[in-house]
């Protein structure tokens, strides 16, 4: 049976936590299932273990793909592409289906026993969603077709439109709004100076209108809009995402003659990948960037820099250990958060703060003399100071500080890293609850780089 390289426990952990499944079976007449998550079988309603295969020899068990996918066909692609992404229609126990999206690999024994290996999220309401767009584009289409031969019947058809809906003739400056327009929004855009209403409106999120604003110049001018996502404001006083799709009728010569917004909720999606993606982004003990994002987020940062002078600083708790085992991890983690609270509110937005290890932390400064940069440096050893276990108020904690100036000391966030780490365990070195900035004389002082490369 094929070994998964990824320990199982940890990577079904994850995958069931991203609300996907894996699965890995036999290239053979059933395809034998050897693996598959929990997240899995609860996609399709089944219990761990409670079917072996996805086909018997009589019908289909689980997949439900028209026209059948050839699984034989479908090896010999992966064998020349290694990677394939497919849609897979899932049979569930009770009858019910659910479409997946598989991302899917062959992989080969030594004996030669193939398996296919894929992991697949459930996008049965995107394919839904989908649907719904196209049926309801193509009926925009199809009432574009019928303008000119019935006027009548295309309001008619606006009108029956579930989905809020705006018609603007830039010829006679007539809007028309469709009831569920007025009935999400509870308002009438009057025709007079119609962009310049919608900018100084509340329909619109004050902080989506610049884009709102400039999607729809773009769109009259013949291009398409750039994220066409945004939050208007709801009869019940709340703002609500929302896509919108614009289809601009021209006359011969190119110039506009009507616009029509087809006005789609998404509020309920949008939140949802927002969430995933503030997972995927943060310490989930802390809120604070993780590692990975905090060092995509410096040396973007960097490369966008125009001359300014700024900051890293490493920072460590100084013997944590001790922490966790005079008081229990419990207590250690309560550290953490209330240390990570504090840095946070010592700084101002637009400064980066991560957790990039257990007890280990960076900020990097944007645009702040060395002046500035030392004077925060003595506020963090304040801060140390007023941190301790909830159950002993008299227990000393306390932080090395190492500082890495941009450019001086390095043009990239490994370059800087290096520097003020070397000068934080300077700054332990010297008895530590100190903190210390990277100069020249400290460069001896530094690590085996490959050591560290864990933590860069």
């Given at each position: 049976m094929y070994k998964m390289a990824v320990d199982k426990l940890n990577l079904e952990s994850i995958v069931n936590y991203l609300g996907g499944?894996?699965?890995?079976?036999?290239?053979?007449?059933?395809?034998?299932?050897?693996?598959?998550?929990?997240?899995?079988?609860?996609?399709?309603?089944?219990?761990?273990?409670?079917?072996?295969?996805?086909?018997?020899?009589?019908?289909?068990?689980?997949?439900?793909?028209?026209?059948?996918?050839?699984?034989?066909?479908?090896?010999?692609?992966?064998?020349?592409?290694?990677?394939?992404?497919?849609?897979?229609?899932?049979?569930?126990?009770?009858?019910?289906?659910?479409?997946?999206?598989?991302?899917?690999?062959?992989?080969?024994?030594?004996?030669?026993?193939?398996?296919?290996?894929?992991?697949?999220?459930?996008?049965?309401?995107?394919?839904?969603?989908?649907?719904?767009?196209?049926?309801?584009?193509?009926?925009?289409?199809?009432?574009?077709?019928?303008?000119?031969?019935?006027?009548?019947?295309?309001?008619?058809?606006?009108?029956?439109?579930?989905?809020?809906?705006?018609?603007?003739?830039?010829?006679?400056?007539?809007?028309?709004?469709?009831?569920?327009?007025?009935?999400?929004?509870g308002i009438d855009v009057g025709v007079d100076g119609l962009l310049e209403q919608l900018y100084h409106s509340d329909l619109v999120y004050n902080d989506d209108k610049s884009h709102f604003m400039s999607d729809l110049y773009g769109i009259i001018d013949g291009t398409s809009a750039k994220n066409p996502e945004y939050r208007f404001k709801n009869t019940d006083g709340n703002y609500r995402w929302y896509r919108v799709r614009c289809t601009v009728i021209r006359d011969k010569k190119g110039e506009p003659l009507r616009m029509i917004a087809f006005i789609t909720d998404i509020d309920k999606q949008k939140k949802e990948n927002m969430s995933l993606k503030e997972k995927a982004e943060h310490d989930l003990l802390t809120g604070l960037y993780?590692?990975?994002?905090?060092?995509?987020?410096?040396?973007?940062?960097?490369?966008?820099?125009?001359?300014?002078?700024?900051?890293?600083?490493?920072?460590?708790?100084?013997?944590?250990?001790?922490?966790?085992?005079?008081?229990?991890?419990?207590?250690?983690?309560?550290?953490?958060?209330?240390?990570?609270?504090?840095?946070?509110?010592?700084?101002?937005?637009?400064?980066?703060?991560?957790?990039?290890?257990?007890?280990?932390?960076?900020?990097?400064?944007?645009?702040?003399?060395?002046?500035?940069?030392?004077?925060?440096?003595?506020?963090?050893?304040?801060?140390?100071?007023?941190?301790?276990?909830?159950?002993?108020?008299?227990?000393?904690v306390s932080g090395s500080v190492g500082v890495a100036v941009y450019p001086r000391d390095g043009k990239s966030y490994r370059e800087l890293f290096l520097k003020a780490d070397t000068a934080m365990y300077a700054a332990k070195g010297e008895g530590k609850d100190a903190y210390c900035i990277y100069s020249e004389e400290l460069r001896n002082v530094g690590h085996d780089i490959e050591k560290y490369d864990h933590r860069i």
């Open positions: 499944g894996i699965l890995c079976c036999k290239n053979n007449s059933v395809l034998t299932i050897v693996y598959a998550s929990s997240s899995f079988y609860k996609m399709i309603g089944y219990e761990d273990g409670e079917i072996t295969a996805l086909f018997d020899y009589n019908q289909n068990l689980v997949l439900g793909n028209s026209p059948p996918i050839d699984w034989r066909r479908l090896a010999v692609s992966l064998k020349k592409s290694n990677f394939i992404e497919l849609e897979l229609k899932l049979i569930k126990k009770d009858g019910h289906h659910i479409w997946t999206n598989c991302h899917m690999r062959l992989m080969t024994e030594e004996d030669g026993t193939e398996y296919f290996c894929g992991i697949m999220s459930d996008i049965t309401l995107k394919r839904r969603l989908r649907k719904e767009q196209r049926e309801q584009l193509k009926a925009i289409k199809r009432t574009e077709r019928e303008l000119a031969a019935s006027e009548e019947r295309y309001r008619i058809i606006m009108e029956q439109a579930a989905d809020p809906i705006c018609d603007y003739n830039f010829k006679t400056q007539e809007l028309y709004c469709s009831p569920p327009f007025k009935e999400k929004f993780n590692r990975m994002t905090t060092i995509a987020l410096i040396n973007k940062a960097i490369s966008q820099s125009s001359g300014s002078s700024h900051a890293l600083l490493v920072i460590d708790i100084d013997n944590f250990k001790n922490v966790n085992d005079s008081h229990g991890h419990l207590a250690g983690d309560e550290v953490i958060v209330d240390i990570s609270t504090k840095i946070k509110n010592q700084f101002r937005e637009g400064d980066i703060i991560g957790r990039i290890g257990g007890d280990e932390f960076v900020v990097f400064l944007k645009d702040i003399p060395l002046l500035g940069v030392k004077k925060k440096c003595e506020i963090l050893q304040g801060l140390f100071h007023s941190v301790h276990p909830k159950d002993d108020q008299y227990y000393k």
